[in-house]
């Protein structure tokens, strides 16, 4: 069994839904183990299509479809920030982590759905498992939600489910159906809340910074959807497609984004986010060091682009040379949590913001810089990267900036640890040596924190700080997902208990 990855994913992720609601057990916590049971039995019907290549939409090869994993991210993130609202006596926050833990439910009961219906012949008994867990997740539902929260929930569910048929058309072979639940699932939901704050726009209150996220997502989304259509009779490697392209860009940023967020915030955006920069010198200094940074990063790729063009017999970034980048993501976090998260919120906003335009032009190959973009790239990519786009350093990105975008607390991070390694887990190629670097880098990491910065209360005693990384870091060992996104949000779910 040990040598199966997915059985052991599996039985890691069961482990953690189990040590959540040992700490936070209320109504729907029964749901949550019945949604982990069905998508257990939903994951073998999903690896079959995959295999088979029976699946309607083309999903990344050389990956399991992830149900499991994906399933339970937004339930328990939703019940670790219920739990924490509840300590706080913010009621309408409490509520709203409700509606989160049934949104993520309902939208994996829903892919569930999906695999049932087109696998032949159809299996009884996963029929039988996804109909009871259903029945559980909809009877509780009626009881803990108001009726226009259920509403909310559904109109999330219809957006997802565009959404993914969208995407999923658009992009083949970026996502696993896992990948897809969590990503589309995540978009979906910031649509939805987007659109209810913009149309009470009397009711919109709290901090500006929160504002910046969903506009920026929801404006690439449109920016991507609209070129790739158009791009569909049209060639976009072109000079006049080019400039059309940056025109189009600039009228959307200037002519929607801007005043949009305007509304939101009830500032002209600019003049805002230059005040904000510019509050303290000790922001100033942080943005210098952040360029600089930066610059360290662009020298990397140019330094390995280089010793290819050289005649190096090294075509492809080794795993140590792509730990670069994830040391230098940490350089860049480490002193923004611990002097000002705040300025640390928006320049993440800002470099998704700047990572998916450039992700455009690469893919489109947009003058002047797209094809420049595909040669200097093309270095770093690995079998995760198999569909148009290139999307592990903005899963990285995402990785890091997600804890802080959800809720102020520390991060970890894996480092390194493939090169040294000679012990494998089974049925793996991570290293027991990799996974134990990983262990004891997070918890030197953790304790830093805790010595430097009072203001992190993690509400937890130590074993459980070095219990809840031991089984992310298994979960890393054993996943083919993304870990770059999935295994930051699993350990902020267990901290916030």
Not at 24 to 37: D, E, F, G, K, P
Not at 137 to 165: D, G, R
Request: hydrophobic share 55%.
């Amino acid at each position: 069994m040990l040598s199966n990855p997915v059985i052991v994913e599996s039985l890691v992720v069961f482990t953690i839904v189990l040590c959540v609601h040992f700490v936070v057990w209320n109504q729907l916590s029964w749901c949550s183990i019945a949604l982990a049971i069905q998508a257990f039995y939903v994951q073998h019907k999903w690896d079959r299509l995959l295999r088979s290549s029976g699946a309607v939409f083309q999903f990344r090869p050389t990956a399991n479809s992830g149900i499991v994993p994906a399933s339970m991210v937004m339930p328990l993130l939703g019940l670790a920030l219920r739990e924490r609202c509840e300590a706080s006596g913010n009621v309408y926050f409490e509520r709203f982590c409700m509606v989160i833990t049934v949104t993520g439910m309902i939208l994996a009961l829903f892919l569930s759905l999906i695999a049932l219906g087109i696998t032949r012949p159809v299996p009884t008994n996963t029929c039988v498992v996804a109909g009871l867990a259903s029945s559980v997740v909809m009877y509780t539902t009626k009881q803990v939600l108001t009726v226009s929260e259920v509403i909310e929930v559904l109109e999330v569910l219809l957006i997802f489910v565009y959404l993914s048929l969208i995407v999923l058309y658009l992009l083949p072979r970026c996502f696993t159906p896992g990948e897809a639940l969590l990503i589309v699932g995540g978009i979906s939901f910031i649509i939805n809340q987007l659109i209810k704050r913009s149309l009470n726009l009397a009711e919109v209150k709290g901090d500006p910074v929160n504002y910046f996220l969903p506009v920026v997502v929801v404006g690439s989304l449109l920016l991507g959807i609209f070129f790739t259509l158009l791009f569909c009779f049209m060639e976009s490697e072109t000079w006049v497609s080019s400039l059309f392209f940056h025109m189009m860009t600039a009228v959307l940023a200037l002519g929607i984004i801007m005043p949009w967020l305007s509304l939101l915030i009830r500032r002209h955006p600019l003049t805002w986010l230059l005040d904000f920069v510019t509050l303290n010198q000790k922001r100033l200094y942080l943005l210098a060091y952040w360029i600089l940074l930066a610059s360290l990063a662009s020298a990397v790729v140019l330094h390995q682009n280089y010793r290819r063009a050289s005649g190096s017999k090294k075509h492809q970034a080794s795993t140590v040379v792509r730990k670069y980048f994830h040391l230098i993501v940490v350089a860049t976090f480490v002193p923004g949590l611990v002097f000002d998260r705040q300025l640390l919120h928006v320049a993440s906003v800002a470099c998704l913001a700047a990572f998916l335009l450039l992700e455009y032009v690469r893919y489109f190959r947009i003058r002047p810089l797209g094809q420049l973009l595909r040669q200097l790239l093309t270095l770093f990519l690995d079998e995760r990267d198999s569909g148009p786009l290139i999307l592990t350093h903005i899963y990285l990105l995402l990785g890091m900036s997600l804890p802080i975008w959800l809720f102020p607390g520390p991060c970890a991070a894996k480092v390194f640890g493939s090169s040294m390694g000679e012990i494998r887990w089974p049925g793996t190629k991570k290293t027991m040596e990799g996974t134990a670097t990983s262990i004891f880098a997070q918890i030197i990491a953790v304790a830093i924190f805790l010595i430097f910065d009072g203001a992190i209360n993690l509400n937890a005693s130590y074993a459980w700080i070095v219990g809840s990384i031991a089984l992310v870091s298994l979960l890393e060992a054993y996943t083919t997902q993304i870990d770059n996104l999935l295994l930051p949000l699993y350990l902020f779910i267990l901290f916030m208990l």
